[in-house]
């Protein structure tokens, strides 16, 4: 019954809506998610940790979900950390708080301009990222039901934690609600996997924070991008089987975000690779040049299979094939041999053709897959 009333609000907004408010809280939205959806379900992938860009200059850190796939349904569930789910007083109204791990379907993190959470939804954040940001998916095959399971269930025990205002868990020193530095997107998405599916080698640190001329340091606060890295390292040691989805940023949306102190439409915002915590963090909008980032944006570009983008002229879903993804440990070792290259002749500020492609580096995130002759033959279901 909930799905057949959601369908009718979506079948309602659709009639309503108008080009001019496409991709905007509540506009339209493009017609064929379904199709695309059901297209990349085709693949008999078990989860997709999602990796979502960074919308600051400076130190962009992203944010990480993770969709769990569940064939009894027509769509995977994605659990993502509420940013607004720290019990500062400002939130206290007007506010999504009802959980820390958020769960709603992929097809409205990633598509839909409205939410099934309500009215206090975040957009682009909760729902409708690809209008704010692009989002990466590593696609795991051939994970046990018991261990999907087992991750689903320590969400809900982090929620169930955050309404009791429990403290001191064994995923947390303090009490449990987000934290930025302390308990977010990062720490409770790798936390279910240490704690709820018996990833005992998968570190999971606690921040401590430190001053240095009056910038706010993290020193070891978990990071989406090295959660992630870490997360797609023990599936390899597991026999797991992975690929690569790009969900690439719409550049159209007028939205600004009420609750942002300064108002910038979402096509004005950056739209840069989340950057892990090196010395490439805290830089404006360039390229990046350190190992690390040069290691995991060659990586997930090696481990490629798929990018998906809105056609400017029509809005719709378009899906382009890449190349023929790399297994981990092929794409791993051209990755490394890459990035120690050209990290190299960076800092020594050489003028060099660089070796590695990344998956995300400019701020329109365009091209980023080096597609063959047959490159403007995009799938369009």
């Not at 695309?36 to 600051?56: A, K, V």
């Not at 064939?71 to 939130?91: G, I, L, M, P």
Request: glycine residues 6%; negative net charge; proline residues 3%.
């Amino acid at each position: 019954m909930r799905s057949m009333v959601w369908s009718a609000v979506l079948a309602l907004l659709a009639l309503t809506a108008t080009a001019t408010d496409f991709g905007v809280r509540g506009g339209s939205e493009p017609a064929n998610i379904d199709k695309i959806s059901n297209f990349l379900r085709q693949d008999p992938y078990d989860l997709e940790l999602l990796i979502s860009f960074g919308t600051s200059k400076g130190g962009s850190a992203g944010h990480l979900a993770l969709g769990i796939r569940n064939d009894e349904s027509d769509d995977d569930r994605v659990y993502s950390a509420n940013f607004y789910a720290d019990r500062a007083d400002e939130h206290e109204s007007g506010f999504y708080t009802e959980n820390l791990m958020i769960g709603v379907p992929k097809k409205e993190y990633l598509f839909r301009t409205v939410s099934s959470l309500g009215e206090t939804a975040s957009f682009g954040l909760d729902f409708g990222e690809i209008y704010k940001r692009s989002v990466v998916g590593v696609r795991v095959y051939g994970v046990p039901s018991d261990e999907k399971k087992a991750v689903a269930a320590y969400f809900q025990r982090i929620n169930d934690d955050y309404r009791q205002r429990a403290s001191n868990t064994e995923y947390h020193d303090g009490e449990i609600k987000y934290d930025y530095m302390h308990l977010n997107c990062a720490k409770t998405i790798g936390s279910a996997f240490r704690f709820g599916a018996g990833y005992s080698d998968l570190e999971v640190s606690s921040a401590k924070i430190f001053t240095r001329r009056r910038i706010v340091v993290a020193a070891r606060a978990n990071i989406p991008t090295e959660m992630a890295i870490k997360l797609i390292r023990e599936w390899n040691k597991r026999g797991y089987g992975m690929d690569v989805v790009l969900y690439k940023k719409y550049n159209g949306s007028t939205y600004e975000d009420p609750h942002d102190e300064e108002k910038v439409a979402f096509k004005d915002l950056p739209n840069r690779f989340p950057s892990v915590l090196s010395r490439d963090f805290r830089s404006d909008e360039g390229a990046y040049q350190d190992f690390d980032n040069l290691f995991a944006m060659y990586l997930l570009y090696n481990m490629g299979k798929y990018s998906v983008r809105v056609n400017d002229e029509t809005k719709r879903l378009e899906i382009e094939k890449s190349k023929s993804p790399m297994a981990y440990p092929e794409a791993a070792e051209l990755a490394t041999l890459s990035a120690r290259s050209d990290s190299k002749n960076f800092r020594l500020l050489r003028r060099f053709l660089p070796k590695g492609i990344p998956i995300g580096e400019a701020a329109d995130n365009t091209h980023l897959y080096d597609f063959s002759d047959d490159s403007d033959k995009a799938i369009t279901p």
